[in-house]
């Protein structure tokens, strides 16, 4: 199937998901992540109406950034090197890794604005993942008054990889509860009103427990590399 006709699958799906809690589908947006896929499959993914793109390799988001730079808004979403962020800085409208104060003072270093960073926070505890553990989010967060260039719009995680919907379930819930934590704070640099969680594989669970940034790929643009 095309592009467009996984999009319509999942905007259904997250129409359903919306609908069953209670939410409203504009508060959710679609990331299409198109880190395996050529140029020419990115391209279909905006004409068939996406808006936001995520990248996870600086090589990667540079080619496609000189075709579509215009035209949607740019996602970092991987584990980010600090050597790697002059390469980027410039070209991205939101950082979804933002884990340690390293990378802080290299993105506030490098900016010329102010860039939307999303704390990747390891909920699950899982040392396969990256992110900080949960019980370090609240004082990193504190820490971010240092770098007026990055704002906190929210917390992101990446749920075990398991049939487990229970898991997966409690995964994002305890992210969304971390989240109204910060919120509480009332911090100017860190209103934390974003939360970006659910793949592929799990994205009706994310939405129902709050998610308002899905990170899909293959389930919307497949994989060609």
Known sequence: MNVKGNLIEIEASIEEACKQFGRDR???QIIAVTKYVSIDRTIEAVEAG?????ESRDDGL???WDELNHKVAWHFI???????VKKIIDKVDYIHSL????????????????INCFVQVNVSGEESKHGIHSN?????????????????????TMAP?????QVIRECFRNLRLLSLDVQAL????APCLELSMGMSNDFEIAVEEGATFLRIGTSLVGKEF
């Open 50 to 54: 996406i808006t936001h793109l995520g």
């Open 186 to 189: 009332t911090l100017p640099y």
């Open 62 to 64: 540079l080619k496609k």
């Open 99 to 114: 884990d340690r104060l390293s990378l802080a003072e290299e993105i506030h270093k490098r900016s010329s604005k102010q």
């Open 26 to 28: 504009s508060n959710v």
């Open 161 to 165: 990889f398991t049939e487990d919907q």
């Open 136 to 156: 370090e989010v609240i004082d990193f967060i504190h820490k971010m008054k240092d770098f007026p260039n990055i704002r906190v719009v929210g917390l992101m």
């Open 78 to 84: 991987g584990s980010l090197q600090t050597k790697k």
